[in-house]
């Protein structure tokens, strides 16, 4: 069996591919709709595609992970996701582009709950606590595709010699990924006898509903704030992918340090108090207006939604591989399918206003958790005790 570094450094890579995937088109989403002339509800339908994608995998990724195991379906997922990144890039015209986004939304569910798998399983087997710093790298990724995107626009407008150099480095990614992942995976949880499907329990219904809000917040960021900087803020060409920047850089930052506020606060005070401050600071920018206090109160989402998809990953994971998978499902459905309805809100409204909304989703997550009762254990992360507090 690997060591823990080596297993630690090999599921590391898959998060950060999966960032440095979705950031890297997430961030040329301006040129792209200018080469294909989208309006404002366009750019929600193409985005609505791939979160289309991710919410009809969970079925097909719950059989996948039972014939192919995380391991394979991690390092397949990839390979397609590699494969749709040109796509994107080479499409010539909407409805291909919306066919390749639905391609990819299914291999990001895939990947999603895969790699979680793995990183649940790695802290099973060796009894060490990672998943925060799992997810730091997923930020880490879509940080360094961000930055790529902005000095690769300084050189040259060009899409596909953007993607190029991205698919090099995301093929690197797959190869240090693939030698030492995890052969074991959680164990399945028990059906009740004479039944295909039991309904989730109260806090597997929670945990996902958290989880999808979270992830509407954080994936917001991803797809709008290069869009919001240009057409709200009027940022310079240059400044546009550095709301991504600005946001995982926090994100990374705070992930780092996020299994010691678990230990010393608790799990659920950690989701808290960060959906309050995400929800606080982004609304407070767009009352505000300017380049300045949005990039601030992007640094304020990626600071305070942090450590939440953490703390709801290993609850779900202690509740067994279905609710993971299921709540999984809903991190990826939440990421993808939620941008969409704010460009919605933005075709009716203002990007502004869309903006806005997304203030209002970290302040759901936080409603979302207080029903979820975390039970301590003497130097140990918060537990989901199965129950909802009174």
Known sequence: MPSFRRSQLSVAALFCFLGFQYSTWAARIPALTDRLDLTAGEVGVLLLAAGAGAAVSFPLVAKLMATLGSRRLAIGSALVLLAALAGIGAAPSYPLALAVLLVDGVAVGCLNVAMNAQGAALEAAFQRTTMAKLHALFSGGIFGAALLASGITVLTESVAAHFAIAGAVLLLLVLAAWPALLEADLPAAEKPAGRRWARPSAVTAWLGLAMALATIT?????????????????????????????????????????????????????????????????????????????????????????????????????????????????????????????????????????????????????????????????????????????
């Open 218 to 390: 954080e994936g917001a960021m991803t797809d709008w704030s290069a869009l919001y900087l240009k057409d709200v803020a009027g940022a310079a060409p240059h400044l546009l992918p550095l709301g991504i920047a600005v946001t995982s850089a926090m994100m990374v930052t705070a992930r780092l340090f996020a299994d010691g506020w678990r230990d010393r606060w608790g799990d659920k005070r950690v989701v808290l108090t960060g959906g309050v401050l995400a929800g606080a600071g982004l609304a407070t920018a767009v009352l505000t207006g300017g380049v300045v206090p949005a990039l601030l109160g992007f640094a304020c989402v990626g600071f305070g939604m942090a450590a939440a998809s953490p703390c709801l990953y290993v609850a779900a994971a202690r509740e067994g591989a279905s609710t993971l998978t299921m709540v999984s499902a809903m991190s990826t459905t939440g990421l993808l399918a939620g941008p969409p309805v704010i460009g919605f809100i933005a075709e009716g409204t203002s990007l502004a206003w869309g903006m806005g909304t997304v203030a209002v989703t970290a302040w759901l997550t936080v409603l979302c958790v207080l029903p979820v009762r975390w039970t301590r254990t003497p130097a140990a992360p918060d537990r989901v005790s199965g129950a909802l507090s009174g």
